[in-house]
């Protein structure tokens, strides 16, 4: 079955500079979720889209924005990188209708360094 | 969404039923219980979730008692690939905004030995 496909996998970058971290949705789910997570920690929670619209903020920077496309894919955008940023970064996807219980399916992440 | 607490580590023999524990003692009518677990730096993968009545698939059981303050996760014969951190999550059902975030906490940390 088809999964969500996250890229790049892996990005490195420096201080100060942009990345942008694709995530395409599994194919008919209209919800998208960004999650965090940084060395030894637990994945947090930054932003969702339903719908391409924003449907709910976590502990997401102010230098960080994202966005979902009309093909449900979405894209997140970080600028004025810190060495703090250096972490994975992951994609779930779900269907954001009934029945809500419906369960997100995480990609496999993109590993983001700052050096 | 409700807390949860596990233990945050279990061994369990190859070939053995690996029982995971969860105490959501604060959980709501309308939240449901999930578990995830994650394999070393891998996406998160979902394994069940269940409401109130005990669930099965091809993966686990998910054993949620009367109550619903409490709930174990069942791996019938664990093998050295289900080395990974377990976390047993509470999500609302709805929330009118499709706010299904997931809040993870600490989880498990499950070692199977040959």
């Known amino acids: 079955a088809a999964g969500v496909i996250q890229s790049p996998r892996h990005l490195i970058k420096e201080k100060r500079e942009t990345a942008t971290l694709k995530c395409y949705p599994i194919p008919r789910h209209d919800t998208v979720y960004w999650y965090q997570q940084g060395p030894g920690q637990d994945p947090q929670f930054l932003i969702s889209f339903y719908e391409k619209m924003q449907s709910d903020k976590g502990s997401i920077p102010d230098r960080f924005s994202a966005q979902q496309f009309s093909d449900y894919h979405s894209e997140l955008n970080m600028s004025s990188l810190e060495l703090g940023d250096s972490a994975l970064y992951f994609c779930a996807s779900s269907k954001g209708r009934e029945p809500f219980n419906q369960p997100q399916h995480f990609g496999d992440g993109t590993r983001l360094s700052i050096l | 969404d409700a807390k949860t607490t596990q233990p945050p580590s279990m061994d369990c023999a190859e070939g053995r039923a690996a029982n995971l524990p969860c105490n959501h003692s604060t959980i709501s009518g309308n939240e449901y219980v999930y578990w995830y677990r994650q394999i070393h730096s891998q996406g998160p993968q979902y394994i069940i979730h269940?409401?109130?009545n005990n669930e099965t698939n091809e993966m686990a059981s998910l054993i949620i008692t009367e109550d619903r303050k409490s709930s174990t996760l069942i791996l019938p014969h664990a093998t050295l690939r289900d080395t990974a951190v377990y976390y047993c999550?509470?999500?609302?059902?709805?929330?009118?905004?499709?706010?299904?975030?997931?809040?993870f906490g600490k989880g498990t940390l499950l070692t199977v030995n040959p």
């Open positions: 999550i509470v999500r609302v059902l709805y929330s009118g905004g499709s706010n299904y975030k997931l809040t």
């Open positions: 269940g409401l109130k």
